[in-house]
């Protein structure tokens, strides 16, 4: 569980009116992309050791790796990922604090205590209308995290569909003032599983630059494979799914009643129902 799920920077931006005034001129005046420019340069590259030491991030798999910027390191790339491969459980697709939520018959689901519609993830009321009735997870990246995520079973991609959007935080405390999902930049698709239906994913970004890389579409993928990845910063996944295709496992689901739950790229934490 996540204790402590806000930054500082965050409760002051999001929490408090002069917060809220400095963040929408920092957007106004595009310093998310001023920052990414630089992120994504040499001169980013003294960054890297604090922000390793400072968050206890375990690089042994990149041992004798040289990260040319920061996004270098923040975009590592793992040899191999692990992954329960049995065809009837359901994998995480990246490291994440994950949560759960019914999709209703109304076709809006709350997430912080807010209400947001189907038409608000894919502005198309069509698509987001088979999903009513069945399930929504959503994966929060924090920024200490591994951001590439793969495909959770073998499916049939079909094309990306990206939203350009404003970008903002995902943490808890944003997510109470703004409604993110809708104003944040996302790219969604719809995938034709073997074991699960189909299945929505739609992959927001956040606060910074927001960027979303995404490897495939219109074309058939293998469960493990990598899907994509977020450039800088935290951001979120949400899968949505159709009812009655996926039960999650007791014990995660007990937890999940109480808040967030951390997950690892991989982990079995649903069967097929």
Same mark, same amino acid.
């Given at each position: 569980?996540?204790?402590?799920?806000?930054?500082?920077?965050?409760?002051?931006?999001?929490?408090?009116?002069?917060?809220?005034?400095?963040?929408?001129?920092?957007?106004?005046?595009?310093?998310?992309?001023?920052?990414?420019?630089?992120?994504?340069?040499?001169?980013?590259?003294?960054?890297?050791?604090?922000?390793?030491?400072?968050?206890?991030?375990?690089?042994?798999?990149?041992?004798?790796?040289?990260?040319?910027?920061?996004?270098?390191?923040?975009?590592?790339?793992?040899?191999?990922?692990?992954?329960?491969?049995?065809?009837?459980?359901?994998?995480?697709?990246?490291?994440?604090?994950?949560?759960?939520?019914?999709?209703?018959?109304?076709?809006?689901?709350?997430?912080?205590?807010?209400?947001?519609?189907?038409?608000?993830?894919?502005?198309?009321?069509?698509?987001?209308?088979?999903?009513?009735?069945?399930?929504?997870?959503?994966?929060?990246?924090?920024?200490?995290?591994?951001?590439?995520?793969?495909?959770?079973?073998?499916?049939?991609?079909?094309?990306?569909?990206?939203?350009?959007?404003?970008?903002?935080?995902?943490?808890?405390?944003?997510?109470?003032?703004?409604?993110?999902?809708?104003?944040?930049?996302?790219?969604?698709?719809?995938?034709?599983?073997?074991?699960?239906?189909?299945?929505?994913?739609?992959?927001?970004?956040?606060?910074?630059?927001?960027?979303?890389?995404?490897?495939?579409?219109?074309?058939?993928? @293998?469960?493990?494979?990598?899907?994509?990845?977020?450039?800088?910063?935290?951001?979120?996944?949400?899968?949505?799914?159709?009812?009655?295709?996926?039960?999650?496992?007791?014990?995660?689901?007990?937890?999940?009643?109480?808040?967030?739950?951390?997950? @690892?790229?991989?982990?079995?934490?649903?069967?097929?129902?």
């Amino acid at each position: 569980m996540n204790k402590n799920p806000n930054d500082k920077s965050v409760i002051f931006l999001y929490g408090t009116k002069p917060g809220r005034v400095l963040l929408e001129l920092i957007l106004a005046l595009k310093v998310p992309a001023l920052l990414g420019l630089f992120l994504r340069s040499p001169l980013s590259i003294p960054v890297i050791r604090p922000f390793v030491k400072r968050n206890g991030i375990n690089l042994s798999e990149w041992a004798g790796k040289k990260f040319h910027s920061f996004n270098d390191f923040f975009t590592r790339k793992k040899a191999i990922v692990i992954f329960d491969s049995e065809p009837d459980h359901f994998i995480s697709p990246c490291d994440s604090l994950l949560t759960s939520y019914d999709i209703k018959n109304d076709s809006t689901f709350s997430i912080k205590g807010a209400d947001y519609s189907l038409n608000d993830f894919f502005q198309n009321e069509e698509t987001g209308k088979k999903f009513i009735g069945g399930k929504c997870l959503v994966f929060r990246l924090c920024a200490t995290d591994y951001h590439r995520y793969i495909y959770c079973d073998n499916a049939t991609v079909e094309e990306n569909h990206f939203i350009k959007g404003k970008l903002y935080c995902v943490q808890p405390l944003a997510l109470e003032k703004y409604k993110v999902f809708t104003l944040n930049r996302r790219n969604w698709n719809i995938l034709h599983t073997e074991n699960f239906g189909d299945v929505a994913s739609v992959e927001i970004g956040a606060f910074s630059v927001g960027g979303i890389i995404n490897h495939h579409e219109n074309c058939a993928v @293998k469960k493990g494979e990598e899907k994509g990845y977020f450039d800088l910063h935290g951001s979120t996944i949400a899968l949505l799914f159709e009812k009655g295709k996926i039960k999650l496992l007791p014990e995660l689901e007990q937890n999940l009643r109480k808040g967030e739950v951390r997950v @690892k790229i991989g982990q079995w934490i649903a069967n097929k129902a």
